[in-house]
């Protein structure tokens, strides 16, 4: 193949999976993309510098007002009943407790609790309910929305933005936008209810005990950052190393057949030991670190309870506020400091959120290179399927430097059948990708049917044509979902005479359900030959005038090569056939050979008129020719 291979970027992005507002204790997830290739904490998606990108996700969420408002009013309601709570002990401390109320008056009060407890649980649950409801709706929608802008974008956008990246970004930074929408920004809505009502509440008890507690929070929170921000970087380290393990599993277990046919078990086992006791290590470091975290702060936030009840039973002892008014002090002051210590934690959350939002806008505002013109030019009907280069030189936007056509010029007829030979790298493929318009050539004109490509709908193009690519793909689908793929449309009785016609049914009758059969992943329960003979099915299926040819047997034994070649055969009736070709064997009866050099037509002719020129053709036919007899 001609096409250069995708850059090599980052294979994707970790999802910080931390949880646990108020402590910054949470572990980073990071993930195993392939055997031998994790995840990093390199690979993190970036922190945004300001929440500006935040504004997608919060667009895509607009669209639902009613469940904004009702997650809203739930929110408030809850957070008012939580700090309803310690007013209602307030009233029971001094009244019940001290033994001045009747039992009406203590039956009535906690009566009242319990219906604070009732609607706090009722509100709460309505809270995550719509909450989460709002966030894995917006997920859903920007993930839709980018799967159908990548599916716009032409195959140069996937050279220079690889595809693992890119589903690295449709899979762990939609999940980081899930947690923001679903999770971050109702703890952060929720806290700052809490803070500035408890704040409020706290001041209407005790002013002078709320101005001592205000210069007790920071002593809170400063342990809380300094800790959470080291816990997150060692939670990275040891999690990368987790994927490290897992991704050695996987590649060890591709390979079991070389591992154990050179005899390396003993070395696998002590290379996967070294690994676990290295994570092991990593792991007590991140133990060490919580466990410290936690002891500091535990006593902070209890030292500072006690010492606001030691002044408070004194208060009390003086006759100077009540029981209740300390009981409730306590209680709300807890809530306080941690609504405070909450939110040290969102920002960093928002501040990731943002950063997988821009990487995810990257994609949703791309481009694509290939589009229809304003006012496209119509096809003749019926299709003629004739081709046309014409002064065409063409590089790839990978490599600009190197051109792969330069002043390409050919005109194949309705119904013939042209086959292009060279070596590697001459420029055969790249014909295939400008035919079906996968790129426009710097220079030159390809046109089909006497109309230029670039003038032309590129949908419009590409349903005039029928590709067999060099290796069958198949979907992770069912037989008739694959074969369908040709013409979605198609009934069974199609579909059956395709795959007759393709030397496909014989197979596919003796599936366990047939048509319905799963394929397994990119149809690996098949066979190569199979799965081939399943692609010209599909293409047959296509019924297109212009017929492309990868070299569909190249990779086959010789039994599945016949059968292949036969259904081919029956393909290339009646249409225009570009073939690429590599044994020189299956092109013989072409009625054009043309011969690609470094991107120029060499020689073009018959099989017996280049093999009398004695040229590059002649050369690469005896080299196979001699190599198969002997």
Do not use: C
């Not at 947690?179 to 409020?200: D, E």
């Not at 019924?543 to 010789?558: F, N, R």
């Amino acid at each position: 193949m001609d096409q250069p291979t995708s850059s090599n970027r980052d294979a994707g992005k970790p999802l910080d999976a931390e949880t646990g507002a108020g402590t910054g204790a949470g572990d980073a997830g990071s993930e195993v993309i392939s055997a031998g290739q994790t995840k990093s904490a390199q690979d993190e998606p970036p922190k945004a510098k300001s929440l500006g990108p935040l504004k997608m996700i919060f667009t895509a969420a607009a669209q639902y007002p009613t469940q904004i408002l009702l997650a809203f009013t739930a929110l408030v309601i809850s957070a008012g009943a939580t700090l309803a709570i310690p007013f209602s002990f307030k009233t029971i401390f001094d009244s019940a407790f001290a033994g001045g109320a009747n039992r009406t008056e203590i039956d009535g009060t906690f009566q009242f609790l319990l219906v604070i407890v009732l609607i706090m649980g009722v509100a709460t649950a309505l809270r995550f309910y719509f909450v989460s409801w709002i966030g894995e709706r917006v997920v859903a929608d920007i993930r839709q929305a980018v799967h159908s802008n990548l599916l716009r974008l032409a195959p140069g956008f996937y050279e220079e933005n690889s595809p693992k990246e890119i589903s690295s970004r449709m899979t762990s930074d939609t999940a980081i936008i899930e947690q923001v929408v679903g999770t971050t920004v109702s703890i952060a809505l929720r806290n700052t209810l809490m803070a500035i009502g408890g704040t409020a509440a706290l001041f209407y008890l005790q002013p002078q005990m709320t101005l001592g507690l205000m210069l007790v929070i920071p002593l809170v929170i400063i342990p809380i950052t300094l800790f959470g921000r080291r816990l997150r970087n060692i939670s990275r380290t040891s999690q990368d190393h987790v994927a490290t393990v897992g991704a050695m599993v996987t590649e060890v277990l591709a390979a079991m057949k070389v591992v154990q046919s050179f005899g390396q078990e003993s070395r696998e086992s002590a290379r996967f030991g070294d690994a676990v006791e290295e994570t092991f290590t990593i792991a007590k470091r991140r133990i060490l670190i919580r466990a410290a975290m936690t002891s500091v702060i535990i006593m902070l936030i209890f030292g500072a309870i006690t010492l606001l009840m030691w002044r408070g039973a004194i208060a009390v002892s003086d006759g100077t506020i009540s029981g209740g008014t300390i009981a409730a002090f306590v209680l709300i002051g807890g809530l306080v400091a941690g609504s405070f210590g909450a939110l040290t934690e969102v920002y960093g959350d928002l501040l990731r959120g943002a950063g997988a939002a821009s990487r995810l806008n990257e994609l949703l505002k791309a481009k694509p290179d290939i589009a229809p013109p304003a006012r496209p030019e119509k096809l003749p009907v019926p299709p003629r399927g004739s081709l046309s280069f014409r002064n065409v030189t063409f590089r790839y936007p990978t490599r600009p430097e190197t051109a792969a056509l330069t002043d390409f010029t050919l005109e194949v007829e309705p119904g013939e059948t042209v086959a292009i030979v060279g070596p590697s790298g001459a420029g055969k493929s790249t014909l295939f990708q400008l035919v079906e318009r996968f790129y426009d050539p710097q220079a030159g004109t390809v046109r089909l049917d006497g109309v230029p490509l670039t003038k032309a709908d590129p949908a419009d193009i590409r349903s005039r044509i029928a590709f067999v690519p060099q290796d069958g793909v198949l979907f992770s689908a069912n037989a008739r979902d694959n074969l369908r793929y040709g013409d979605w449309g198609a009934t069974d009785e199609q579909i059956w005479a395709a795959a007759r016609a393709a030397n496909a049914a014989e197979f596919l009758e003796a599936l366990p359900d047939g048509l319905d059969t799963f394929l397994g992943e990119s149809g690996t329960r098949l066979s190569g030959g199979q799965q081939q003979r399943l692609a010209i099915a599909r293409a047959l299926l296509r019924d297109a005038p212009i017929l492309l040819l990868d070299e569909a047997t190249s990779a086959l034994d010789a039994q599945s090569e016949q059968l292949v070649q036969q259904a081919l055969d029956r393909l290339m009736q009646d249409r225009t056939t570009l073939v690429i070709a590599h044994r020189l064997a299956t092109v013989r009866d072409a009625d054009r050979i043309i011969v690609l050099d470094n991107g120029r037509i060499a020689e073009q002719g018959t099989h017996d008129s280049l093999v009398k020129a004695d040229g590059i053709y002649a050369r690469l036919a005896n080299l196979q020719f001699t190599a198969a007899a002997g």
